[in-house]
């Protein structure tokens, strides 16, 4: 059956990145955007320049680095944020400027714009953005809250000023599916100049129905999603990429479309979103879950050894999933670690490969077998250590027991030089952030604490999630570890490093967080 093809424009550097705590470094966002890159979405949407340094940067680095995607960057309703965002995506083969402003009476109060200014702006800045740019997407915020006359009359002034992609975005995720398609449906027939131009749906999951939504825009004739990987983004996150991408393949009895992304990669990058942004992947989630493919009861398992079709609509590995294979040891060399790295997806370079073999070497001592698990959680421990990190934990011993108080004896390299302390708390964990507290005070708040087994049995690793908070910045700090104070110590000191480069972010130019979309009009 011939299929229509749907582009996927991928926003996790960008609304993925505005979720609270997913920080993600500049080197993190080269390597997740190199990854989108080669699994074949479309439409890279790589940062909002106007919004930092360090936001206009990555945008630059990835544009310049780019290959097959078209590279986009976000940019208000103005002629400032338009400049800056084409001065970084200009040097991609394939540029696109993506303007926006909110449209709703709700948004249009904030700026304080009546209809006629608000279409005007609209006018003037996108016939800016496309003397610029010819490639040029404008959205209307909150358009599923938009008065339906007043969308069309907006869309219809954005077509002429030059826009080629036409985003309809559900921002507080609030549509529904039937609700979703209508629109897209009516806005074709509805606006003159719709037949030259794309729509594209961009739904949240403030409902659980952004993929959804998404999917049934499409049915609409919407023929760009905008999606993040494992639905990262801001509140309940976005459309998840795996989920439409991986319901078009499966169901592409009833939704005849293709996409261009390769599905074999989708473990591979869920796995370092997750690992990069400190956002851990639900167990039961959708496509990249742990559980997604595990059959636990009897039934299941018996139907599935007979014949998976019994149970399963798609195979592990079309997602990238090898089975669980033999487990690595102590006597494991360096070429048996990087083959079961690439079996799970993870292409290191020489110069990681060396510090997480030293690392897998220290764990095969403490523990028998080593698990993929136990790989996973390793090589996210050591992406989550920065050698340009302020702030590194040296050395740890705890006393802790039945009696009170328990100690930490700490010593911490803080720029450079070696810091000791031994800091008493209400159980080892809580002495052991005292330490850390007295070697470099800061006024951060503890927001959550996370402790997961990797594997089963009393040697199995601990992973560590940790997330701050200070002055409205929220940053999350990972580690792993059999000793699981080690695994906390780090992963808060992680947490901290994070919040670091936040604040000097939020220095060096405008937050995203701290722009508001009232600058937008
Ligand atoms: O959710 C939203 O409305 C957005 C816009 C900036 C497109 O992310
Ligand atoms: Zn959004």
Not at 73 to 98: M, Q, T, W
Not at 137 to 146: E, G, I, K
Not at 308 to 318: K, Q
Request: aromatic share 4%.
């Amino acid at each position: 059956m011939a299929t229509e093809h749907v582009l996927i424009f991928d926003t996790t550097l960008r609304d993925g990145e505005q979720s609270p705590g997913a920080t993600m470094t500049h080197s993190e966002k080269l390597e997740i955007a190199e990854m989108l890159d080669d699994m074949g979405v479309d439409i890279i949407e790589a940062g909002f320049p106007i919004a930092s340094e360090g936001d206009f940067n990555a945008v630059t680095e990835i544009a310049k680095r780019s290959k097959d995607a078209t590279i986009c960057g976000l940019a208000r309703a103005n002629f400032k944020d338009i400049d800056r965002c084409y001065e970084a995506v200009k040097h991609a083969a394939s540029p696109r400027i993506h303007t926006f402003i909110g449209t709703s009476p709700l948004h249009r109060a904030i700026p304080n714009l009546n209809q006629d200014e608000m279409a005007e702006k609209i006018h003037e800045t996108v016939t800016h953005a496309r003397n610029l740019c010819d490639n040029v997407q404008w959205s209307p915020m909150d358009a599923t809250r938009t008065e339906y006359d007043y969308l069309c009359r907006v869309i219809e002034i954005a077509i002429k000023a030059g826009a080629t992609t036409i985003n309809i975005p559900d921002t507080v995720g609030y549509t529904a599916p039937g609700e979703s398609a209508d629109l897209i449906r009516r806005l074709i027939t509805d606006v003159p100049g719709s037949d030259d131009i794309i729509y594209a749906t961009h739904c949240h999951n403030d409902l659980g129905m952004a993929t959804a939504n998404a999917l049934a825009a499409v049915e609409g004739g919407a023929r760009q999603i905008e999606c993040t990987i494992n639905g990262l983004g801001e509140r309940a996150g976005n459309t998840a990429l795996e989920e439409v991408v991986m319901a078009m393949k499966v169901r592409g009895d009833i939704m005849p479309y293709h996409t261009g992304i390769d599905t074999k990669k989708i473990m591979a990058i869920s796995r370092r979103v997750a690992t990069v942004s400190g956002f851990n992947v639900q167990f039961n989630k959708a496509i990249v879950g742990k559980n997604a493919f595990a059959h636990e009861s009897g039934i299941h398992q018996d139907g599935m050894l007979k014949n998976a079709e019994t149970f399963e609509i798609m195979r592990p590995e079309d997602v990238g999933l090898t089975g669980t294979s033999l487990p690595l040891g102590k006597h494991s060399g360096r070429a048996a670690l990087r083959a079961k790295l690439n079996e799970l997806g993870i292409d290191l370079a020489d110069n990681q490969l060396k510090d997480v073999f030293v690392r897998f070497k220290e764990l095969a001592d403490r523990k028998k077998e080593v698990f993929d698990d136990d790989l996973l959680a390793l090589v996210k421990a050591e992406a989550s250590d920065e050698q340009s990190d302020r702030l590194q934990v040296k050395f740890l011993r705890v006393i802790c027991g039945t009696e009170a108080p328990q100690s930490a004896d700490l010593t911490m390299i803080v720029d450079g030089k070696e810091v000791q302390v031994t800091a008493q708390g209400d159980g080892p964990v809580d002495a052991t952030f005292n330490a850390v507290k007295a070697i470099f005070p800061h006024g951060a708040r503890l927001q959550l604490y996370q402790v997961h087994a990797v594997t089963e049995g009393t040697d199995a690793q601990a992973t560590v999630s940790v997330r701050m908070e200070e002055n409205g910045n929220i940053a999350t700090g990972q580690s792993a570890d059999t000793d699981t104070v080690v695994a906390s110590a780090k992963a808060y000191v992680n947490a901290l490093n994070r919040l670091l480069v936040k604040h000097a972010r939020s220095a060096g130019g405008e937050d995203f967080k701290t722009v508001s979309y009232k600058d937008a009009g």
